[in-house]
């Protein structure tokens, strides 16, 4: 993509409300395209039933997805279980595996579940004012473990790219439950460690 006018320039993240003042494309992911990630599949499938809820949305400036570009916007991902399990993103490696993000919290409670092809796996917190920094070959899924949304602001090389796939076969090794109030760290029971290739 061409710009007209490619030319510094800046917007407000305004804090507490966590809100982006000037954004190009505005993301929806809902329930549906979540099938098979939550661990509860017969909670998933009557929450489904009732209604394909909205569960997060990325708020985004549009730059070429280039290497020297850098994508950058809003992740604000709302609050709820399925079954016993936080409301979270996809999650995803980058294509180009070398390619590293960064995260701001602005507003929320969570934690960013991670892990790389090798099965090393890392969970961290994120709280307004922290900074995650995740590092290049680590796939990354944000969890709403509060009552509110959970905003970051993300970013990463205009030429990450988003591999999906991957984790959609097996999800995260990871799975962040509820239990007795508070979250819990526990194993995914479908998880494998991936064949090298
Ligand atoms: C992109 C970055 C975020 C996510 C967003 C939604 O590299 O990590 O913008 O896209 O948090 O998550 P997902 O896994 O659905 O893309
Ligand atoms: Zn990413």
Redesign the pocket.
Known sequence: MQHAKDVPFTFEVSVPEATMSRYDNH?T?RLSSMKGQYADREAYAAMLEQEDMLL?E?Y?TKRPEVAGEL?H?L?I?HPGKVGREYFM????F?TVLETA?V?YCLKGEGMMVMETPEGDWAVEELRPGRVLY?PPRWA???VNTGTEDLV?F?V?PGH?G?D?GT?ETQGFCKLVIEENGRPKIVDNPRWRPREKT
């Open positions: 993301l992911r997060y990325v985004e994508l916007g992740s991902l993103t996809k999650g995803h980058h993000e995260y995740v990354h899924r944000s970051t993300f990463y990450s988003h999906y984790i």
